[in-house]
């Protein structure tokens, strides 16, 4: 019935948890692109791979603990248990500004394929169309998740598919050339600077797998097996981003492609190929940046359902309509959206990949310091799943964290700072006001996590 509580369904098979949380995780590079080349080069041919791998310590992590505690609260139950209820909240908090900051980007790639195929170039327009693209899937997402997930398992076979046909195209035309990948200063042009910048900020492009937990009370598939969703959304896309940035490099010299809108098209018109590999790269794209948005709404109107959950919000925000969504949180998603919209500037790729890799860093890190914590604190306790790689794994998944936090502040834009400045001030308001309500007994857990 509307207005319930805690009637999130179980709805989620496991291979519709891996299209989404990998379908969340494969954005839509066909406008992102010229930001990868522009920040290393080719050289993201190789950083992508080693991402992926480098990630892997840290999505086993997440999972051994989504494992020990699946609550839509995720990385809120994790951090209370090990760490304590204050910073709990600022984990959970970085948590939920890496969901939400991505519908609005994704909207912008929308906008960004319309403006093509329309000439239009003012920013006013598309930030315009960003909102409209925002407010249709405000829409979509009151519908119960079982179509949602029904409609991300399609979209993410067929933009995969599609997605290889561009790439075999590019490799088959008779233009792709190695000398373009490794011309005009080699793979990393910026040198070991933009090397490690973009490992940094291309962690971004990985940024989904880490989701899970927010969709953990809705899986009808045993606990044990979510390690298998976090990998697949780590090498999946992993694989694919190689393939791809791979095929778009050998295409023309690595500046050419940075200063492209939407470089996959702009190659088609250049060499004259059949206009149908442009038309099935823009749909790919566009089916990216619809299983991204899928992906990423759903999680942070679950994170803010998880807030409600362990007492740090209102209870509101557990009301659930007829088809099972949490339409408060759903709401709140929908305006903390636009807010990014109002902020964002022109250069919307970069602005959107520093901010949101600040917060995954921060998440990452503390999630990891969690894992081993409660390694420690609660070796007894039930984990169906248990991470290999103990000290070297956790030492790897740190490390890798603390540099995706240092290395994003280095290229944050004012804007950047501007937006995650308030975005902290509006945390502290509303971590004072649920302190008071705790104090006071109106606002309490509930679920047990001893």
Not at 135 to 155: D, H, P, Q, R, S
Not at 273 to 291: E, N, S, W
Request: hydrophobic letters at 55%; glycine letters at 10%; aromatic letters at 16%.
């Amino acid at each position: 019935m509307t207005g319930e509580k805690g009637s999130l369904k179980r709805e989620i098979s496991l291979l519709t948890l891996v299209s989404i949380s990998a379908g969340a995780v494969i954005g839509g590079w066909v406008a992102e692109a010229p930001y990868w080349f522009k920040t290393t080069g080719a050289g993201s041919v190789l950083v992508f791979p080693i991402l992926a791998i480098l990630l892997i310590p840290v999505g086993l992590a997440i999972a051994e603990m989504t494992s020990m505690m699946p609550f839509a609260a995720g990385p809120l139950a994790f951090t209370t248990l090990a760490l304590g209820r204050d910073i709990a909240f600022w984990t959970h908090w970085m948590f939920f500004l890496v969901q939400v900051i991505e519908p609005p980007l994704i909207s912008f790639i929308f906008a960004t394929i319309v403006a093509y195929f329309t000439g239009a170039s003012s920013f006013l327009f598309v930030k315009l169309l960003t909102v409209g693209f925002l407010l249709i899937w405000f829409v979509i997402t009151m519908y119960n998740i079982g179509f949602i997930g029904k409609l991300a398992n399609v979209l993410f076979v067929v933009m995969i598919l599609g997605s290889i046909i561009v790439g075999v195209s590019f490799f088959a035309s008779g233009h792709w050339s190695m000398a373009n990948v490794t011309g005009s200063g080699g793979w990393f042009p910026s040198g070991w600077y933009g090397a490690g910048i973009g490992m940094a900020v291309l962690v971004l492009k990985y940024i989904g797998f880490e989701l899970v937990p927010s969709l953990s009370e809705e899986v009808n598939f045993p606990k044990k097996d979510f390690w298998k969703v976090i990998l697949c959304a780590l090498i999946i896309p992993g694989i694919l981003y190689t393939f791809a940035v791979l095929a778009i490099a050998g295409m023309a010299p690595w500046q050419t492609i940075a200063g492209w809108d939407l470089p996959e098209a702009r190659i088609v018109t250049m060499y004259k190929l059949p206009y149908v590999i442009a038309l099935i790269a823009l749909g790919a794209g566009i089916l990216h940046a619809i299983t991204t948005m899928a992906g990423f709404w759903l999680s942070s109107a679950r994170a803010l359902y998880g807030f409600s959950q362990l007492g740090f919000m209102p209870k509101g925000l557990l009301k659930t309509n007829v088809k099972g969504q949490p339409w408060i949180a759903n709401i709140v998603v929908l305006v903390l959206s636009l807010f990014f919209v109002l902020w964002t500037p022109p250069a919307w790729v970069l602005y959107t990949y520093s901010v949101s890799c600040v917060a995954g860093g921060i998440l990452y890190l503390i999630l990891m310091i969690d894992y081993w914590v409660l390694r420690k604190r609660f070796p007894d306790r039930e984990r169906p799943y248990r991470a290999p790689g103990g000290v070297l794994g956790f030492a790897v998944g740190a490390l890798i964290s603390v540099w995706i936090v240092v290395g994003s502040l280095l290229v944050l834009p004012p804007a950047g700072y501007y937006s995650f400045g308030v975005f902290i001030l509006i945390g502290i308001v509303v971590w004072l006001v649920g302190r008071k309500y705790q104090k006071e007994g109106k606002w309490q857990s509930e679920i047990n996590l001893s």
